[in-house]
């Protein structure tokens, strides 16, 4: 057969296959970490998604399968967690000093694929108040967003007068990555709640959640007195109880600072979703988006998909803006969609900011949807 000429000479096609997305963090992963000396320092960390494959390894009386047991006994029932190792003491085989609780912390800052951190250890090897704020000062300070839950005993997280216990000590540090829950049957209550949250899916319909009114599988209610629970809820410590009408909730969902967990995990996953939707915006573009006001378009589309998916899942909603004004928003003007977004023209960009090719600053307003907490019911009769 006569070899022809390339088609080439005449129309020539190339395929270019276009950068594949990057992928933003899972705010469903959970680490617990504890002082067995199954895995080694060099591996740090190990995944897993039943208590049984903990069990294995760990052994059931280990307080990692523990932790796993109440961890995979929520429902929704979450599928993964991870289990890390504080060496607290090495093994034969094992070289080098013992680490602090605030160096292994420290150690496992460099693993990005989990969120939220809970011990895994016994009565006997548990940290102190200061060992446990110094892992809420690390956390609160990290760089990529984490939450730190902790689970208490100490009776007095129940009197109002004490404000040298832990759960005081947190609130007056303002720390807003860190949740404490009292419990006196379980070393993991903080962990059942961590389970139930961290099955949101923020890419679903309607699916941002309260943590109050859950309830804990595996963990038994507190009997507690008014005066008990008001204390506690003075000092942002949250507490699995019973109500007079036989049910049992978790109450109230709060950081040690005040703020409720689901607007802490929610604006978490949204800041990661709308860095990682502009990111690609530039990644993934086969040529350049020029600094031009047609380019801050292109980028703030990008980041309204974010933004839609925000007021879709339920944490924003329609309703007044009480901030302050910029761009065309004016305080008391109403979000119809739930977020406002807006970027001055580059006209106004500053020439040092041009010549470094930095794009236009794009500003968001948002309105949380927030939750019913509370209610009242006035009812009149008359005959």
Do not use: C
């Amino acid at each position: 057969m006569a070899k022809g000429l390339p088609l080439s000479r005449v129309t020539n096609a190339t395929v270019t296959l276009s950068a594949r997305a990057a992928q933003g963090r899972n705010f469903g992963s959970m680490l617990v970490m504890g002082v067995s000396t199954v895995i080694p320092i060099t591996e740090r960390l190990r995944a897993y998604s039943s208590p049984d494959d903990i069990g294995d390894d760990f052994g059931v009386d280990s307080e990692e399968y523990q932790a796993g047991l109440i961890w995979f006994s929520q429902s929704p029932q979450p599928t993964l967690l991870y289990v890390g190792r504080w060496a607290k003491t090495l093994t034969s085989a094992e070289s080098g000093s013992t680490e602090s609780l605030q160096q292994a912390v420290n150690a496992i800052m460099d693993f990005n694929s989990w969120y939220g951190l809970h011990l895994a250890v016994d009565e006997a090897d548990y940290p102190t108040d200061a060992e446990l704020i110094g892992v809420a000062a690390a956390i609160e300070a990290s760089t990529v967003s984490r939450i730190f839950g902790i689970t208490t005993a100490d009776p007095e997280t129940m009197v109002a007068a004490t404000t040298t216990d832990l759960s005081s000590k947190l609130k007056a540090a303002k720390y807003s990555r860190t949740f404490v829950q009292y419990s006196t049957s379980s070393r993991y209550a903080a962990l059942s709640a961590f389970g139930r949250a961290f099955t949101v899916d923020y890419t679903g319909s309607n699916t941002t959640i309260t943590l109050k009114f859950k309830v804990e599988p595996g963990v038994a209610y507190e009997t507690i007195s008014t005066s008990q629970a008001d204390a506690l809820e003075g000092k942002n410590a949250n507490v699995y109880v019973y109500y007079q009408n036989d049910t049992a909730i978790l109450e109230q969902g709060v950081m040690s600072n005040g703020d409720f967990f689901d607007e802490r995990h929610g604006l978490d996953w949204l800041q990661n979703a709308v860095q990682t939707a502009d990111y690609n915006t530039l990644y993934t573009s086969t040529t350049k988006i020029p600094q031009t006001d047609a380019g801050t378009t292109t980028r703030i589309s990008n980041i309204e998909l974010v933004l839609d998916k925000a007021a879709q899942n339920g944490l924003f909603a329609p309703g007044k803006w009480t901030g302050g004004p910029f761009g065309q928003l004016s305080t008391g003007d109403t979000l119809t969609k739930g977020y406002y977004t807006w970027a001055d023209t580059v006209d106004n960009q500053l020439q040092t900011e041009r010549e470094a090719r930095k794009g236009v600053a794009i500003q968001v307003a948002g309105k949380l949807a927030g939750a019913v907490h509370y209610g009242s019911v006035a009812i009149t009769v008359v005959r």
